[in-house]
């Protein structure tokens, strides 16, 4: 017998012998097919303008910080504004995502655009978020051709774009808009809830363990667009 | 890993004696606990997702077979590989045969106390694969050859002294007068260092935090996105995870990730929770190219259902640890395993054996704390009190004390012997203890070593009553 | 008495409610005051108290050391001596919390007892919040004067959810004042043998709650436990700390000037 067999074996003889009760193979597959929520708290609630208040609180308690912009053409500005602000050169590796594709770059000449992964030397970085969860400022990110995950972990300052239509109070309703994209899940899903950060010595909290030292969200206010 | 839970008794000494450990633990007690409380008041539903939490672990442990099969094809389904190992010697081999097919010279790994607990990283060594933890508290006591002392913050028995020399000690192609007065500079030169490492290692090895049926997804969480880089960056990724860790779905995970990071550190929740399905899709421009799940039994099947099922709902959280009077005076190194604290007492004489073991449940004062604060309403007193038996039924433990306790419950079982012995006893006792208290007396060495013994007040209350006294 | 006079008192006899006192090994043998404290307190919330002379220790030591028979054979002493009373009342949480939490589940599989088990565990109360809850006490109408700082007991706090009945009679006291202890709900480190089979670590935790003790600044911890106030006076002397120690029982039925603190004698 083969170790799968035998794990299985001696889970089903466990079973057998103990006072739980199985549910059957119909009721498993309804549940799954239902993934019925469970509690969800209620204090991401409300209205999108509410909704986006308390992410920004949220986020900023984790020590991310915001930005609200009236719409993608005022993002190659902020971009470059936040990379002068920390004195960082005016380069930024962007997502190859269609929302970017929007963005008039040529407008800024002095911002040096390049699209793709993330590589060791990028300094800073721009992606695009699929949902923001109001509950805990959480964005929700996702790996594909138009959002390489090296983009949100490897450089020192990431930051992220967030089309205000796409905050939702809770983690469930991300969940729901991935399923809407496709029926099979990314390879990766990120949910990031503030700069990379560690206690692990002395219990100091520093940020920028192994991942960005900055994380900075653009809040699009896409109400025009969409 | 040697287990060295036989010397709990001398280990918790060492512990008791270490000022740098008690300066790190009572740091601890006034930390984690603080903002797990701050956490727990800024969400009125937290009882509520307990509750579910609990009932979801135990609705899938009730089907444990079906949803890993479940998910196993779920994992196929999605380009992935799924390796049963039944201890962890299958484990370490599965591990080594996919390092050698990708030629792996070096392998970083995420925080996994899995990985801990079948000592795989010795394992490769030995076979020539160098493997590197990432997680800051993981490195610094890699390179220390230590075990961790708690489960989630491994490092928390150093200081930034000992860190430093270990990183001089380690770190010899560094200038030698370089400044590493502080945890800052201490962080700056490690993530120099894994930076490096990252970047060059063949396979990344994580943990998983649950695995979720219904997609076939591994979840990792991370504050310091070093699970992150080691499972995006080589061509290979290994998820090392055991069958208790399964969870019906994205909800169910979702509801259980609300309550881990509350729980753990009092963080609304971590920074990093990353859902991993598969390899990368084919036109995506990052990711591993080959995933593999390592599905570890180690003993967990024959627990199932049995007196220490509970704990298998167990989401190593550490509030079980956080606010243990016990581990807060000794530190985790006195359990002398991976796992410490009172969760750690439930698993390691299961997993080592009660006979060098039984002393790890027999530390606790059954205050209850634990059970109260477990996110997933794990019974651990209860468990704790299961060994207990097991222990006294084998006559473990010292003779002394088994031959005392057996001397009081033969009295105690018989009233009419037991009044007058007693009232003898206490009538003497009173009477040499005129002060009012013993600072020493024979017999009662254990408690005396510590503290003083107030002197019985010299006549029961039971005679006294008879006698009429109100 | 005339016929009538009988009557009466049989009648006012029959509302007052039947209380069998528990007395716990520790106080009949250690600190009989304590005892005699829960009975004034008991009797002055109307109650006729019982104290059976066959009681002798819930069993806790041997259930806690893994001693399952012996442990089984001291709770069914302790139903046989007590299921006959209205309530089974005991001034310690540790003990009342092994008599209605853990007496059935230790005699679930003894067809005999199991149910008498649940019955006695249904009428079991710690003496506080029996006056608080049961009888309705909200003052005992007593003096005491100082600041006090309160151990809550582990088993009282966890297992029963004891907490706002001792404060609530606290704060009846005329010149009491009550300063909370920092980290209050964590134990002390007493744990019945646990304290003698690994003193280094009991002596580690019950330090460090002495100098949580002392820093509140009061001159006396009362908590409900014995045990625990034993563990914690004697770790305060040890220590040479001004902070006295007593059963706040003692403090409620009025009894301090009648018995000196825990380890302490008369004058
Ligand atoms: S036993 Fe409970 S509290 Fe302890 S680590 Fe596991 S889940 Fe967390």
Redesign the interface.
């Known amino acids: 017998m083969g170790p799968r067999e035998l794990i299985l074996g001696n889970i089903a003889k466990s079973l057998k012998e103990s006072a739980l009760s199985p549910s059957s193979r119909q009721e498993i597959e309804t549940r799954l097919s239902a993934h019925a929520n469970n509690t969800v708290p209620r204090r991401g609630q409300g209205e999108n303008e509410a909704q986006t208040a308390l992410f920004i609180a949220e986020a900023e308690r984790v020590n991310a910080t915001t930005e609200r912009l009236d719409g993608l053409e005022q993002v190659g500005e902020a971009v470059l504004r936040y990379l002068a602000s920390h004195n960082l050169p005016g380069s930024v590796k962007v997502a190859p995502h269609p929302l970017l594709e929007n963005v008039d770059w040529s407008k800024h000449p002095t911002l040096d655009v390049a699209r793709g992964r993330a590589e060791d030397s990028d300094q800073a970085s721009l992606s695009v978020a699929r949902a923001g969860v109001a509950e805990t400022g959480t964005l929700v990110l996702h790996s594909g051709p138009e959002c390489p995950t090296t983009l949100n972990f490897l450089p020192d300052n990431h930051i992220v774009l967030l089309p205000q239509s796409q905050l939702v109070g809770a983690y469930e309703e991300a969940w729901e808009m991935l399923r809407g994209d496709s029926n099979a899940m990314p390879r990766t899903v990120n949910w990031v809830t503030g700069p990379s950060r560690s206690a692990d010595i002395e219990q100091t909290l520093l940020l920028g363990a192994h991942g960005p030292r900055r994380l900075h969200i653009l809040i699009i206010n896409d109400k025009k667009t969409t | 890993m040697q287990s060295t839970s036989r010397h709990f008794?001398s280990n918790?000494?060492k512990g008791?004696a270490d000022a740098k450990l008690q300066a790190?633990l009572s740091?601890?007690?006034?930390?984690f606990?603080v903002k797990r409380l701050a956490a727990m008041a800024?969400?009125?539903?937290f009882e509520?997702?307990r509750d579910?939490a609990r009932d979801?672990k135990?609705?899938t442990?009730?089907?444990?077979?079906?949803?890993?099969?479940?998910y196993e094809a779920k994992v196929l389904e999605?380009g992935g590989h799924v390796h049963?190992?039944?201890d962890a010697a299958?484990a370490c081999e599965i591990i080594l045969g996919i390092c050698r097919d990708v030629d792996a010279k070096t392998v970083t790994k995420g925080k996994s106390m899995i990985s801990e607990e079948i000592a795989v990283n010795e394992y490769l060594e030995n076979n020539g694969v160098q493997p590197i933890e990432?997680?800051?508290?993981e490195y610094?006591i890699q390179l220390r050859h230590e075990p961790p002392s708690h489960i989630i913050?491994?490092?928390?028995h150093?200081?930034?002294e000992q860190?430093a020399e270990t990183f001089r000690g380690e770190h010899r192609h560094l200038q030698t007068g370089r400044n590493l007065d502080e945890?800052?500079t201490?962080?700056e030169e490690a993530?120099g260092e894994?930076?490096r490492k990252?970047?060059a290692a063949d396979v990344g090895i994580t943990g998983a935090n649950m695995v979720i049926?219904?997609?076939?997804?591994s979840i990792i969480v991370t504050?310091?996105?070093?699970g992150?880089?080691t499972q995006?960056?080589p061509k290979t990724h290994i998820v090392i995870a055991s069958?208790e860790k399964v969870v019906?779905?994205?909800?169910?995970a979702?509801?259980i990730?609300?309550v881990l990071a509350r729980s753990a550190?009092g963080?609304?929740?971590?920074?990093?929770?990353?859902?991993?399905?598969?390899?990368?899709?084919p036109?995506?421009?990052?990711?591993p190219e080959n995933y593999h799940v390592v599905?570890l039994?180690n003993g967990r099947?024959?627990?199932?259902?049995?007196e220490f099922?509970d704990m298998l709902r167990c989401i190593r959280c550490s509030a079980c640890l956080n606010?243990c009077?016990?581990y807060k005076?000794?530190g985790g190194h006195a359990y002398g395993w991976v796992y410490s604290g009172p969760m750690g007492a439930v698993l390691i004489p299961g997993l080592q054996g009660l006979a060098e073991t039984h002393d790890l449940p027999?530390?606790?004062?059954?205050?209850?704390?634990c059970?109260?604060v477990c996110p997933m309403r794990i019974p651990l007193p209860r468990m704790l009190?299961s060994?207990?038996?097991?222990?006294?039924?084998a006559r473990l433990g010292?003779t002394k004390?088994r031959f005392g306790?057996?001397a009081?419950?033969f009295?105690?079982?018989r009233?009419s012997f037991?009044?007058p012995i007693?009232a003898f006893?206490?009538g003497l006792l009173a009477l040499i203890g005129?002060?009012?208290?013993f600072?020493t007396l024979p017999l009662?060495?254990?408690?005396?070593?510590?503290?003083?013994?107030?002197?019985?007040?010299g006549?029961?209350?039971?005679s006294?009553?008879?006698r009429g006294?109100? | 008495m005339s016929d009538m006079a009988q009557k009466d008192t049989d009648k006012k006899n029959m509302d007052k409610k039947n209380v069998g006192l528990f007395v716990t090994c520790l106080v009949d043998l250690t600190r009989p005051s304590v005892g005699f404290a829960t009975a004034r307190l008991l009797e002055a919330g109307g109650c006729t108290v019982h104290v059976p002379d066959s009681q002798t220790c819930c069993g806790q030591p041997a259930y806690n050391a893994g001693d399952k028979v012996d442990a089984q054979a001291l709770a069914r002493n302790v139903i046989t001596a007590f299921e006959d009373f209205d309530y089974i009342v005991a001034p310690s949480g540790s003990c009342a919390g092994m008599i209605r939490e853990h007496f059935p589940a230790l005699l679930a599989e003894d067809e005999k007892m199991s149910a008498r088990a649940q019955g006695v565990a249904a009428k079991t109360y710690e003496l506080m919040e029996f006056l608080h809850d049961v009888l309705g006490v909200s003052d005992t109408g007593t003096t005491f004067q100082g600041a006090v700082t309160y151990q809550d007991s582990c088993a009282g706090l966890r297992e029963l959810g004891i907490k706002e009945q001792p404060r609530a009679l606290m704060a009846a006291v005329d010149g009491l004042s009550l300063k909370e202890l920092d980290d209050g709900e964590s134990c002390c480190g007493f744990g019945g043998l646990f304290s003698v089979k690994y003193p280094d670590i009991s002596g580690k935790i019950v330090d460090d709650k002495a100098e949580a003790i002392e820093k509140t600044g009061a001159d006396v911890l009362l908590g409900g436990d014995l045990g625990c106030l034993m563990n914690i006076a004697g770790r305060l002397q040890r220590r040479g700390s001004p902070v006295k120690v007593r059963h706040l029982a003692e403090v409620l039925a009025g009894m301090t000037g009648d018995v000196p603190p825990i380890g302490e004698t008369k004058e």
């Open positions: 008794n918790a000494r008791i790190a740091k601890l007690s006034h930390g606990p800024r969400l009125p539903e509520a997702l579910d979801i135990e609705h442990l009730a089907n444990l077979g079906t949803y890993l099969e479940i999605s049963w190992a039944t299958d990432t997680d800051l508290g610094i913050a491994p490092a928390i150093l200081s930034k860190v945890p800052r201490l962080l993530r894994l930076r990252f970047i049926a219904e997609t076939g997804t504050n310091e996105g070093n992150d880089l995006t960056l069958i019906p779905t994205l909800e169910d979702t509801t990730l609300r550190t963080q609304e929740m971590s920074v990093y929770n990353t859902f991993s399905t598969g390899p990368k899709r036109e995506d421009l990052d990711g599905m039994d099947s024959k627990m199932l259902g049995g099922h606010h009077p016990v005076a000794i027999g530390a606790s004062t059954f205050c209850g704390k059970e109260d009190r060994w207990r038996e097991k222990a006294y039924a010292s004390a306790l057996a009081w419950a009295l105690a079982r009233p037991y009044r007693m006893g206490v005129r002060r009012g208290r600072s009662a060495g254990g408690w005396t070593a510590s503290r003083d013994l107030s002197a019985p007040e006549t029961t209350f039971l006294q009553w008879k006294k109100r």
